[in-house]
């Protein structure tokens, strides 16, 4: 598709294992954003990745998060240890640069610690 | 983490009305942006702002970049059931990240 596609749509996992959420971005764009929506709350930024660039990773909540972006194309992000407060819906984005181009985002995939 | 003062939190309204929502920042942003996300899906883009006093148009809405380039706020004229929805402000900081600063929400319904 022609879209941010992220997979999958839906995880429910126990407190304490780990998890792994995939974006693949629109085809050709450069920049792509995880982001963090918990239930009735706007979106809170997590980690960015530009290019080759080192991955901006100010918005990871702790060490129990990570990221990583292979080939400049697909992202995957790594929940370690599951806590239920890590339940929310993860949101990928993508835009052609940084910078102020628009970002596009998937449709989510909704954690849900048991 | 860091989210912007948006409001109102909710409006219930008849078709037809026009509404009004704004957002505010004790920030200064280079970019303001305006989201529309419906159950289950990701936000999608509704309007970009990239100039301080910029305003413009995309259909029934419209939408504002503050002079302070601390607000902004958007429009919908002539509401239809389909703008039924929550509603998102976004800013934009220049810089290595370009991260978005998301608002708290707007819920639209829009009662035919």
């Known amino acids: 598709g022609a879209g941010v596609s992220q997979s999958p749509s839906n995880k429910v996992t126990e407190k304490g294992k780990d998890v792994e959420l995939r974006c693949d971005p629109i085809s050709g764009h450069t920049a792509l954003y995880w982001y963090r929506q918990s239930l009735g709350q706007g979106l809170e930024f997590l980690i960015y990745?530009?290019?080759?660039?080192?991955?901006?990773k100010s918005g990871l909540p702790s060490d129990r998060f990570s990221a990583e972006r292979t080939g400049g194309s697909v992202s995957t992000l790594t929940i370690q240890r599951t806590q239920q407060e890590d339940s929310a819906v993860y949101l990928c984005?993508?835009?052609?640069?940084?910078?102020?181009?628009?970002?596009?985002f998937g449709d989510g995939t909704r954690l849900s610690i048991l | 983490g860091q989210q912007l003062n948006q409001s109102p939190q909710s409006m219930f309204i008849q078709e037809g009305e026009d509404v009004s929502m704004n957002c505010t920042s004790s920030?200064?942003?280079?970019?303001w942006l305006w989201y529309k996300q419906d159950p289950g899906e990701g936000p999608v883009l509704l309007i970009a702002l990239y100039k301080a006093g910029e305003l413009t148009s995309n259909g029934r809405l419209t939408a504002q970049f503050g002079i302070t380039r601390k607000d902004s706020f958007l429009n919908i004229s002539a509401s239809i059931p389909s703008d039924v929805g929550i509603y998102f402000c976004a800013g934009q900081l220049s810089g290595a990240t370009n991260k978005l600063i998301f608002g708290t929400g707007t819920l639209l319904a829009v009662q035919p």
């Open positions: 920030s200064i942003f280079n970019t």
């Open positions: 984005a993508s835009s052609i640069t940084g910078g102020n181009q628009p970002q596009h």
């Open positions: 990745f530009q290019g080759n660039s080192a991955p901006d």
